[in-house]
């Protein structure tokens, strides 16, 4: 309980504006690393995503690559990566990006054609027998219609990063990972779990954000079905599966 | 009028689907597919926009191949009603109704009013135009469904089970609405069924077809009631059995129809009950 308790005062004390390792400037570079590493990593898992869910080509790739992308090692990756790259700052910030956006591609991929997927077929179908082209039914059907997995995706790419971040430290890139790092050698268990709490708090908040979007993203039909005024019970299936993306992969 | 020219379908893993096919759709009436599953109905149905191409053969609407046709664009052409409606979910009903319209570019405020007037024409009140599908019966999800397939007003209209997930009491009303519309509206209908009731009921043309596409049949409800062209046609519209084989029996209280079981199925109206 102490321990808890010293950490706290590390965390609230007014030294932690001050100094050559400000709180602020320490999550700034954090955040900065964790969502310019999901945006990249959504550039190209997104389209990938889209692709495989609408032609349903390449799926078996998918699935595998998500599969085998979790047993990555974060801290190796890293690791590999400097060795692979080099270290001057520059190549260092870049190894370190390319471990997170590495990092963050599956749960993104897999969001993206989960959601596409998970579209009732017959749904596409209508909209193709009407005649609508392969980029309408894309654009305007199964992307507004998969959204809420999509996001969902975004949500455990973020989460993962967030807390994977915190290694940037350990090559000299910064970050809230910086306070842990320094706190192992000297033994200074207030500032190490301090920080890690800290770390832990920005994931929790992050992830309710993005819970919020992901509430917000469910088309108003589709979300239209669960009020009270529905006369009879639809038969079809939601284009919201229940489980979030995360959770549908093996 | 649309025309099947032997048409073949072998689907990839080697199913035929649909094996020399001929016939000659009439315009203004309504045809009907009627079969058992893996009869290959639906198949033909989905020939006619392109939503499946055939393997071999041809299919002629007014004298043009459709094949020297963009799928996207005919399909724009021709109004497709499926089980199920096929709304968009996400779509209000009236978006769901200006679809089509929309993508040809019509402009929204024409395309919205036009959309308010087959609400009208499908019998749906006006004020549901802001609903989402879900919030609909699925009697209401598919008028709206009628509504977007005419929206474009095209000239043929494709309907492929479009009844089968509704009630019976719903189908019948939905039924009788598809006949008013016809009338109305003057549109060449191709209707997919596997019931022969509905199939009777709606058809001025109906094919029977038997595995593989096979036509079994086709002729006016009447013709293929008198004369059956074979026990498979006999057998799947009843004569043989059932309500449809009716005998008159005389009662103390006059004569009735009875099935072969003698029970009473109907009576014989008009100057023929002393036969």
Do not use: C
Not at chain 1, 14 to 37: A, D, K, M, Q, V
Not at chain 1, 103 to 117: H, R, T, V
């Amino acid at each position: 309980m102490n321990f808890l308790i010293e950490a706290v005062q590390w965390l609230f004390s007014p030294e932690r504006l001050e100094g050559s390792n400000p709180i602020p400037l320490r999550l700034e570079e954090h955040l900065f690393y964790t969502f310019f590493s999901v945006i990249v990593a959504a550039l190209i898992a997104i389209p990938l995503g889209f692709y495989i869910g609408h032609t349903g080509k390449g799926r078996d790739f998918a699935v595998g690559l998500s599969g085998a992308a979790r047993a990555l090692p974060s801290f190796g990756l890293i690791l590999l990566l400097v060795l692979l790259i080099g270290v001057t700052q520059v190549q260092l910030q870049l190894a370190a990006i390319t471990a997170f956006v590495l990092l963050a591609i599956p749960s993104i991929l897999a969001g993206a054609y989960a959601g596409i997927e998970a579209v009732d077929r017959r749904v596409i179908d209508a909209a193709r027998a009407v005649g609508m082209t392969e980029w309408q039914i894309l654009w305007k059907v199964e992307v507004p219609l998969g959204l809420p997995l999509l996001i969902g995706g975004l949500r455990a790419a973020t989460l993962q990063v967030v807390a994977t971040a915190t290694l940037a430290a350990y090559v000299g890139l910064g970050g809230l990972g910086i306070y842990i790092f320094r706190g192992l050698p000297l033994q200074r268990y207030d500032e190490m779990l301090g920080s890690a709490l800290l770390i832990a708090a920005l994931a929790l908040v992050l992830d309710g954000i993005f819970a919020l979007i992901q509430q917000f993203a469910v088309p108003r039909g589709v979300s239209a079905g669960r009020a009270k005024d529905v006369r009879t019970s639809s038969t079809r299936r939601r284009a919201v599966a229940a489980k979030p993306a995360q959770e549908r992969r093996g | 009028m649309i025309e099947f020219r032997a048409v073949t379908k072998r689907f990839p893993d080697g199913t035929v689907a649909v094996e020399d096919f001929n016939l000659v759709i009439p315009s203004r009436k309504i045809t009907v597919f009627v079969g058992s599953s893996g009869s290959g109905k639906t198949t033909l149905l989905r020939m006619i926009n392109r939503m499946v191409d055939p393997t071999d053969g041809d299919i002629e609407i007014d004298g043009d191949s459709i094949m020297s046709k963009e799928p996207v664009a005919l399909r724009r052409s021709i109004g497709y009603v499926m089980q199920n409606s096929g709304l968009l979910p996400h779509f209000k009903v009236i978006d769901n109704v200006t679809t089509v319209p929309m993508l040809n570019g019509v402009p929204k405020k024409q395309a919205r009013e036009q959309a308010l007037e087959l609400l009208d024409t499908v019998g749906l009140s006006r004020s549901i135009a802001d609903r989402y599908p879900s919030q609909l019966s699925g009697g209401q999800q598919q008028r709206v469904g009628v509504a977007r397939g005419l929206a474009a007003n095209p000239n043929i209209l494709l309907m492929d089970e479009p009844f089968g997930a509704v009630d019976p009491i719903v189908r019948a009303e939905l039924q009788q609405e598809t006949i008013r519309l016809q009338h109305e509206l003057d549109k060449t209908i191709v209707f997919v069924t596997h019931d022969i009731d509905e199939a009777f009921l709606l058809g001025d043309q109906v094919v029977i077809l038997e595995k593989g596409a096979k036509i079994a049949q086709v002729g006016s409800p009447n013709e293929i009631m008198a004369a059956p062209a074979s026990d498979f046609v006999a057998n799947f519209i009843g004569t043989d059995r059932g309500k449809r084989a009716l005998t008159l029996k005389k009662t103390e209280a006059g004569t009735i129809l009875v099935d072969s079981e003698g029970r009473g199925a109907g009576v014989l109206v008009g100057g023929s009950e002393s036969a």
